[in-house]
């Protein structure tokens, strides 16, 4: 009925249940039905039987193991990460694949000498999107693992091909660090990737590499900005494990002058762009927020000058600009005779942020996702990304 010639020798297995698992028994030819427990409505498999000399190898040599295959396979589609739209490739698996498997896979899709360059990522049944975190090498066992997202199982996984090693990757950190220019009117966008065990000061060493600083010796820090206000100045010493940069701005910029060597009746403070919605009575920031040193008696007079000087404001546009002192979001508008300093001699329990010189005038920029790329006033500056 096969088609084979009398004299082949065959092996017969008992498929007896395919589903969750499979489970297939090899049948002795010698036995009866009766005792091979054979009846009506089973089924019956067969195959030429292996030949111990024939020096082949098969990837399947058996039926229980070809229907292990074919239970677990699994068409997976693969899509570039940088556009997670389209399908790229598909591929046959098994589910039981390692992560390894999978990742050599790829690799010899993709012509590529060394698999620890892929890094894989894996598919959000919900949104449909790929998941925030990429799966870490050697992160699960199987490719099942990769597609199961809650109770659904996916086809689809997202690929990159890295500059390093995975392996080599997970024990460095990436940070988006925004240079500000001390001159320039940008904003130039830097990627730092460092071992999670380096400090802010190596940050800064690898940044003043990258960038063009305004003198040999300019000094560099780093701030932490949201929604267009300072939360931070990073100490020097504090790891970059813990930094992180997907909600907060991280800003890098040269230290002035003027707050290298404060005197003791000196003080550094917050400066902010806002506008105040007449209907609700609210305060809203935007902009490039700022620190400015300030001397002990110094009226708002000399402070508007030097801001005005700063921030490159058009006589006409700044003589509408309003100064006030906030604290606790509540504005208490300045006069050109108040003495600024005396205003900030309070510190509150809530932060320095919760007190600040505002600048009030119109936000003229238009509306950028990145916080950190408006302009000092209301401009946007250019932005230039290098990764």
Known sequence: MAGFTPDEEIELYEEIKFEPNVMCEHIDKKLTFRASQLEDGDIVCFQKS???????????????????????????????LEKPKDDEFCLELSKLHTYDDVVERVARQLGLDDPAKIRLTSHNCYSQQPKPQPIRYQGVEHLLDMLVHYNQTSDILYYEVLDIPLPELQFLKTLKVAFHHATKEEVVIHSIRLPKNSTIADVIIDLKTKVDLSSPTAELRVLEVFYHKIYKIFPLHEKIENINDQY?????????????????????????HFTKDPLQNQIQNFGDPFFLA???????????GRIQRKLQVPDEEFSKWKFAFISMNRPDYLQDSDVVSARFQRRDVYGAWEQYLGLEHTDTAPKRAYTANQNRHTHEKPVRIYN
């Open 50 to 80: 292996p030949k111990a000399d024939s020096g082949t190898q098969v990837r399947y040599p058996d039926i229980p193991s070809f229907l292990e295959y074919v239970h677990n396979r699994q068409v997976v589609h693969f899509r570039s």
């Open 294 to 304: 300030i001397c002990e008696g110094e009226t708002l007079a000399e402070v508007k």
């Open 248 to 272: 907060w701005t991280l800003r890098a910029e040269e230290v002035p002058e003027e707050e290298k060597n404060p005197s003791q009746h000196d003080r550094l403070i917050h400066v902010y």
